[in-house]
Every structure is written in structure tokens, then in C-alpha cells.
């Protein structure tokens, strides 16, 4: 099987992460932070080993500011429910996940600020719908569905001018863009650990800076300050309560180690090369309609199609059926992202690629689609 | 002069610290003691009590919080643990 489906998650790892993951589990899946004894100390660390790494991937102020979660939607939850108050605004764009979407639905005002029809926000139009309520802006850094990225930098600064915190859903950047939260004005970073930094499935983490005060979401035993009944106010504590999942945080530093090793610049270069390559392929085939941005400017390695008049689901089902490559068809949880791009009424063929793609996934599916568009005339 | 123990809020603070003073002295975490943990379950990193001034500097230099310092002594086979100011 090709798999093509790395927005959703890294099915393949490097071999590190793995051998991490199977080592950690072995001798160190101890409760880090909830004893004294040699293990949970030593798992300790080695969680802190992480945030440590990630921290300086990141460009954040200290390890401390790094609080590990599931996966990004919870981090999101966690932010925007922990900074966010009942009569507070939001602005938000039509490019974002339901992660965020459906979390601000349930929980306050919010502005969605439309996109381009190539997946787009402008920036000033962020700044438009700033209100003398809005105390949160949430953008989504690149997009799952077709791979436009934003001026992440530039809404930083508009958030800092207006005074208005500023949350970035990373899901689909970190370890495969460069990010630097402190140069691009980022307030908290939601971050998916089993996508670009190829950890584990079950490792997300929030970033939280210093000028931000979460009230916690989730509370409970955090090893920490134990006669008091109040979560501990000081980060990571205050959004660690319950057992980290230490093995699988330990191998996301793994992770972190192979894309420093590789270059993050050269991942994203390799990745970016493939989609337009498929872009360039599926643009020439008069049945396939392409969405999003067609060149390498402002995307990343996710590509968004359809072959016309047919079910992007059908679509997918057939490329996983009968030539073995795995795509997600759909809407992926990010309807209002398809109305944008125009690809609302049928949603998408999503192929998105990962360090491990090769020129020959690249061509391999757009034989297929090109076989398939031909075998419906 | 005993064993100086330095008291913080988390475990990520208390492995930032171990860190950034492990290679200058030796360091261990361990589960702060109930007597001087206060709150509750907590962490500190014990050193050797001379090492006061270098692990004060090194604090400073990165910031980080502490909640206290305290030098571990034995007194009729017993710990005991007087605060620093």
C-alpha cells in the first residue's frame, strides 16, 4: 500500500521512533511527575527531554511553557477554554478545523473571517474584525485540507498592535515548517506530535507564553502541591493533570532529533516538491479539477482534488481498493474551508505527502487518477 | 555543612534545574521531604550545602522559580532541615 495520508497522521516513522517507543515502554512507562523512586524520576526526565527539545524547536521561552496533551484538538480545547471567557470574542477563519470551529461554537461570540478561493486569509481582514470584546485570534498555520499556509508573522504583529492574544493550530505545520513563536508573535501553539514530528499516536502539546494566564480545563492530580485542593497555578502543572503518556512523549523527542538532523527547510522543501509535482500532473488531466494553491509559494505537501462530477469519497475508495494507495476523501472535518475553495457541494480527494514519499508516490498516483478519469468516459 | 536542597513547584522545573546544575556539581531529584514540602507532593534538587552560591547564580541566570532552600542536617539520627532566607 502507498500511503498518502500524512495530514491525518505519519503512518510511517523513523525507526528511532519506534525503537524509542518500544524501549521506553519496556523500562521507563513509570508515572513521571507522581513519585519519588527511581523510574517515575527517570521517566520524568525523560519527558522533560522532550519538552526541553521541543522547546528549543520551537523557539519558546522555557521547557516549562510546553504542556504535553493527546493530540492538538485537545491542546486547542485547553487554550481556548482556559483563556477565553463566557462574553469574550474570537476571530477565527473559514480555514479552520472543527477542532477549533466546533470548540468556539459551544463556548463564545466569534467572527469567522473569510479566505481567498486559493485558501488565503488576509490579514487585514483579521484586523477588520477585531472588536473591543475580541480577546483571542485563532489561525490555522496550514491548512488540512488543501495545504495553503498563512502569513502567520504578519497576523502575529496585527494581534500584538491590537493588544488581542493570539493562538496558531499548528496540527499541520510543526516539524514540516520552520516556526519560531517568539519572531511570529504566537501566544499559545497547538501542536500535533504523531503528524510532522512523527511521534507516536496519543502525543499533542500546547505552548503558552509567558504573557498568557490559563485558567485550567481539566483538573486533577498533578503530583504537585497535593493538600491543596486549587490546580496548581504554574505551567506545566496547571494542564498535566493524570498520567502522561510517557513512552510515547519520550519517543516524540526521537522525532524531534531525526527532523534536527534532516533539516526542517529540507523536509519541507522534499514534501512541498511532491505536491506541486502532483499539481503539475493532475493539472494537465482535463477530467481533475485542482484546488488551492498550484504553486510552491505559501503551501505545504497537502493537495486537494476531485475528479469532476464524481464522489471524492468513491474517488478515495477506488485509489485504496484497486491501486493501493491510501487518500481521504471528504470534507475532513473542515466544511467551511471547502465552501471557500469551492469544493463545498462534493468535498475532496485529500493526498497529502510525508518524508517517506518518493517521487514514485507522486507518479503512481496520478497514473491511477489519470486511469480513473479515463475509465468514466 | 549539610545538604542544601532546593525546592520548586513542578517536576519540569525541578529536571530544568537538574539540568542546567548537573554538570557544574553533583545533583539528585528527590521527592521533597513532608517536613518542608508544605503544600504537598513536590520536587527538590539536592546538592552538596557549599555549592549555595553556584546554584543561587545559575538560578538567577535563567530565571527560574524557586519556592525555597534548605540545608538538610541530622540531628540524634534524624533529618532536619533549616530554610534559608
Avoid at chain 1, 486549587?230 to 498520567?243: A, E, F, K, V, Y
Wanted: glycine share 10%; net charge positive.
Amino acid at each position: 500500500m502507498l500511503y498518502l495520508d500524512n495530514a491525518a497522521t505519519t503512518l510511517k516513522k523513523p525507526a528511532r521512533v519506534f525503537g524509542s517507543m518500544i524501549y521506553n515502554t519496556f523500562f521507563y512507562s513509570a508515572n513521571a511527575g507522581h513519585g519519588g523512586h527511581f523510574y517515575s524520576l527517570k521517566t520524568a526526565s525523560r519527558v522533560y527531554e522532550t519538552s526541553e527539545k521541543l522547546a528549543e524547536f520551537l523557539g519558546c521561552e522555557t521547557p516549562e511553557r510546553i504542556a504535553f496533551t493527546q493530540n492538538a484538538t485537545y491542546a486547542l480545547n485547553l487554550g481556548i477554554k482556559g483563556y477565553v471567557k463566557k462574553g469574550d470574542h474570537v476571530v477565527t477563519t473559514a480555514m479552520e478545523h472543527n477542532s477549533v470551529l466546533r470548540t468556539l461554537e459551544e463556548w463564545c461570540e466569534y467572527t469567522v473571517v473569510d479566505a481567498e478561493k486559493d485558501g488565503t486569509i488576509r490579514p487585514e481582514k483579521i484586523r477588520r474584525a477585531i472588536t473591543p470584546k475580541t480577546k483571542l485570534i485563532v489561525v490555522n498555520h496550514a491548512s488540512n485540507v488543501c495545504g495553503t499556509v498563512q502569513n502567520i508573522e504578519k497576523i502575529g504583529k496585527i494581534a500584538k498592535e491590537m493588544g488581542v492574544a493570539f493562538m496558531v493550530d499548528g496540527a499541520q505545520s510543526v516539524g514540516v515548517i520552520p516556526i519560531d513563536v517568539k519572531k511570529m508573535g504566537i501566544d499559545m501553539l497547538a501542536i500535533s506530535g504523531h503528524k510532522g514530528l512523527m511521534s507516536p499516536l496519543g502525543v499533542g502539546a500546547l505552548y503558552v507564553s509567558e504573557k498568557i494566564e490559563l485558567e485550567p480545563f481539566i483538573t486533577g492530580g498533578t503530583g504537585s502541591d497535593s493538600k491543596n485542593l486549587n490546580q496548581p497555578r504554574q505551567m506545566p502543572d496547571i494542564l498535566h493533570s493524570g498520567t502522561l503518556n510517557a513512552p510515547a512523549i519520550i519517543a516524540c523527542g526521537r522525532g524531534i532529533d531525526y527532523i534536527n538532523k534532516k533539516g526542517i527547510r529540507e523536509i519541507e522543501e522534499q514534501e512541498v516538491y511532491l505536491a506541486v509535482r502532483l499539481i503539475e500532473k493532475l493539472k494537465n488531466m482535463d477530467k481533475v479539477i485542482v484546488y488551492g494553491k498550484t504553486s510552491k509559494e505559501g503551501r505545504n505537501s497537502t493537495v486537494l482534488f476531485n475528479i469532476k462530477g464524481k464522489d471524492s469519497t468513491e474517488v478515495s475508495g477506488i485509489l485504496n481498493d484497486r491501486f493501493g494507495i491510501c487518500t481521504r476523501g471528504g470534507y475532513h472535518c473542515a466544511y467551511l474551508a471547502h465552501k471557500a475553495i469551492g469544493s463545498d457541494k462534493t468535498g475532496g480527494v485529500r493526498a497529502s505527502f510525508g518524508i517517506f514519499n518518493t517521487i514514485y508516490s507522486v507518479d503512481s498516483l496520478a497514473d491511477s487518477v489519470y486511469k480513473m478519469s479515463k475509465s468514466w468516459e | 555543612m549539610g545538604n542544601l536542597l532546593i525546592t520548586v513547584g513542578s517536576v519540569t522545573t525541578a529536571n530544568r534545574l537538574n539540568h542546567l546544575l548537573s554538570g557544574a556539581m553533583w545533583t539528585r531529584i528527590i521527592h521533597t521531604p513532608i517536613k518542608i514540602s508544605g503544600g504537598g507532593c513536590s520536587y527538590s534538587i539536592i546538592t552538596k550545602g557549599e555549592n549555595l552560591e553556584q546554584v543561587k547564580r545559575i538560578i538567577n541566570a535563567n530565571n527560574l522559580k524557586i519556592k525555597g532552600f534548605f540545608i538538610e542536617m541530622e540531628a540524634k539520627g534524624e533529618k532536619v532541615y533549616h530554610a534559608l532566607s
